[in-house]
């Protein structure tokens, strides 16, 4: 079965820390761009930060710049998100997306991703 598994989500402070981390089973996360796209309550999905399939390129949102770095784990079915610095306005359901020979477009529309997963949430509240 093909499916990414996202874990890591907490309940931290403003200022802290976190690393998301997103799991694939039943494919390899090599030669698949990976993104990560995130859920406020009562908002749009959005895209965070993208790493294209071949690591030459990448996106970043705004808000995501200098906070927030998506990275390839060591094997080739994990990928992370680390998260520094967060705020409250970081809350959200965070989701990783994966598309095979992928590259990463401005904005990462949702409709470039085919693999998805469940989602992981993350509350910055003090």
């Known amino acids: 079965q093909v499916q990414l598994v996202e874990s890591g989500g907490d309940l931290v402070q403003p200022g802290d820390s976190l690393r998301l981390s997103c799991g694939a089973s039943?494919?390899?996360?090599?030669?698949?761009?990976i993104a990560w796209f995130r859920q406020a309550p009562g908002k749009e999905r959005e895209g965070v930060a993208c790493?294209?399939?071949?690591?030459?390129?990448?996106w970043s949102a705004g808000f995501a710049k200098g906070r927030f770095t998506v990275s390839r784990g060591n094997t080739e079915n994990t990928m992370f998100l680390q998260m520094t610095r967060l705020r409250p306005d970081d809350t959200a359901r965070y989701y990783c997306?994966?598309?095979?020979?992928?590259?990463?477009?401005?904005?990462?529309?949702?409709?470039?991703?085919?693999?998805w997963g469940q989602g992981t949430q993350v509350t910055v509240s003090s």
């Open positions: 790493l294209a399939s071949s690591d030459a390129s990448s």
């Open positions: 039943g494919f390899s996360l090599k030669q698949h761009a």
């Open positions: 997306a994966a598309e095979y020979l992928g590259g990463c477009r401005r904005g990462i529309p949702e409709t470039d991703f085919d693999y």
